[in-house]
């Protein structure tokens, strides 16, 4: 088993609007992560907080990178944590 962590990524661009966090839960379901998408409307942004494998978080911010075909994504921010189990799955925050 790999490494368990903890991600946080605020992604920037055209991403609300897109269907960015649908798009989001639904690959972070694929890879068995847990945690959540919102909307963060005054820096026109979408933050994921999302835990379980490293690899497979690292896969998941590969996607966030480029996001579902309406979207385009300018740049992402990146931090890492230890896990922490809060999460118990994968959804989109309002």
Do not use: C
């Not at 847990?34 to 896969?59: D, I, Q, S």
């Amino acid at each position: 088993m790999s490494e368990l962590a903890y991600l946080t990524a605020t992604i920037y661009g055209h991403v609300q609007g897109v269907y960015y966090r649908a798009f989001t839960s639904q690959v972070a379901k694929s890879l068995g992560l847990r945690g959540y998408a919102r909307n963060l409307p005054k820096m026109n942004a979408v933050e994921v907080h999302a835990e379980g494998e490293r690899e497979k978080l690292e896969e998941l911010i590969r996607q966030l990178e480029i996001g579902p075909p309406e979207a385009l994504v300018e740049h992402i921010d990146v931090k890492w944590s230890p896990f922490t189990g809060q999460f118990s799955i994968f959804e989109v925050r309002y």
